[in-house]
């Protein structure tokens, strides 16, 4: 939402950071989970479960790439 002079309203940059944080946290969250079960454990994670995780990341980015 812009007021009449085309500035930013104020409550609009809470909005976004909110935003940007959210997704900044999954971006992390799917890094995190792609270092866990790259490499070493993948021998360790159960096939079903690292392909279970896989998913998860996925959908994760799916949703990401949603957020306008």
């Not at 944080?21 to 969250?29: C, G, I, Q």
């Not at 994670?45 to 790439?65: F, H, T, W």
């Amino acid at each position: 939402q812009r007021g009449v002079d085309g500035a930013k309203k104020k409550g609009d940059s809470k909005i976004m950071s909110a935003k940007d944080t959210l997704f900044k946290m999954a971006m992390t969250s799917i890094r995190l989970l792609e270092l866990c079960t790259r490499g070493q454990a993948k021998k360790v994670i159960p096939k079903k479960d690292y392909n279970e995780i896989k998913g998860l990341v996925q959908e994760i980015r799916e949703l990401a790439e949603t957020l306008p």
